[in-house]
């Protein structure tokens, strides 16, 4: 399998629990995201439909959401207040965080739409959680990161990640299972699936959360288009950014981190092209509250969830996106506006 990680390697070692531990080896180079020519290609020659602007054209979605303020995090925050950041990463499984925010979104917006399965006929609901399954984010992603080629490594590649989620673990509910608690997040947790197999009562109660569909896209238009419906996006690549959001949220490039990043907004407003000469991605971190700055929305009294920020769609354009699209596949209205209009 080619595997190139550019200037970044991979560490013998996984990171300590320690967030600023985890942060520093990230920092020095620790290679959380692994990048494969053929994992990316085979993981594409599965998806039915092969790009999220394939996606756009054929449902009808293209410049639905142009010039918009789009938020389907709130979907999310919504139904679970607090869900985000939902902990901080303990070790090298970036790629399982930014996977699991992305699905986490997709199955608020899901449910947030209302739309009948194509296939059932039924309408998906919320799942209800405990009040420490949200807080540690309300899905699983432990049970994502088991199944990786890399075990018992750390790191990984995002394609794989999406692949899994489609076949074997998905929308994994925090809650105790047959051997295991998953309730909550922790470094002996992921360590504890590190050195020992799954069970075929554990995989069976996994696989019954897998999404239907998903897909790759590269184009801000696509991006936004896709959100507005409540696509959750991974984003894995090597961009860094500054700890410090600006009177807007905004981080700006600083340094590299191959680490994993989830999409859960984009601003598409006049405001932000000209101010910052682009459109704006909003991206969910994974290590805890580590940015600090102002998180109210432009133009809003709504903030960003904790641990989040906004980035320049110039800053982030060359990240790999992997769009997730359900257990209903890509038909979805429009979401609700939940910001209830904006200046």
């Not at 090298?92 to 925010?101: F, I, K, M, Y």
């Not at 509910?173 to 554990?202: A, E, H, M, Q, W």
């Not at 920020?309 to 596949?329: I, L, P, Q, T």
Request: hydrophobic share 35%.
């Amino acid at each position: 399998m080619a595997i190139h990680l550019g200037k970044f390697r991979s560490w013998e070692q996984p990171p300590s629990s320690a967030t600023a531990d985890i942060i520093a080896q990230y920092e020095r180079g620790y290679a959380g995201v692994m990048y494969s020519d053929e994992a990316q290609e085979e993981w594409i020659d599965k998806c039915t439909i092969k790009s999220g602007e394939e996606v756009c054209s054929i449902m009808g979605y293209e410049d639905s959401a142009k010039g918009q303020l789009v938020t389907p995090f709130l979907h999310a925050t919504k139904a679970y207040p607090g869900c985000f950041p939902g902990g901080a990463q303990a070790v090298g499984d970036c790629v399982s965080w930014g996977c699991r925010n992305a699905l986490l979104v997709t199955l608020c917006c899901e449910a947030a739409a209302g739309l009948p399965d194509a296939v059932t006929g039924e309408v998906e609901q919320v799942p209800e959680a405990s009040a420490e399954a949200i807080r540690f984010g309300v899905l699983s992603c432990e049970a994502i990161y088991f199944f990786r080629s890399t075990r018992p490594g750390h790191g990984w590649f995002c394609a794989e990640a999406a692949r899994v989620a489609q076949t074997k673990a998905g929308c994994v509910l925090r809650k105790p299972y047959d051997g295991i608690d998953l309730t909550k997040y922790s470094k002996s947790t992921v360590n504890f699936f590190n050195r020992r197999s799954v069970d075929s009562k554990l995989r069976n109660a996994w696989d019954d959360h897998i999404v239907r569909e998903a897909t790759s896209a590269k184009s801000f238009e696509s991006l936004r288009d896709l959100l507005a419906r409540g696509f959750g996006v991974n984003s894995c690549g090597g961009e860094g950014f500054s700890s410090t959001r600006d009177e807007n949220g905004v981080c700006s490039r600083k340094g590299s981190w191959s680490h994993a990043l989830s999409y859960t907004a984009v601003d598409d407003r006049p405001w932000a092209h000209s101010k910052y000469g682009c459109g704006l991605v909003l991206l969910q971190n994974s290590w805890g509250e580590y940015m600090t700055g102002p998180k109210k929305i432009h133009g809003t009294n709504t903030e960003i969830p904790k641990g989040s920020f906004w980035a320049k769609w110039s800053d982030v354009k060359r990240r790999s996106m992997h769009v997730m699209a359900g257990a209903h596949g890509w038909k979805r209205k429009l979401l609700p506006d939940l910001l209830g209009g904006f200046a």
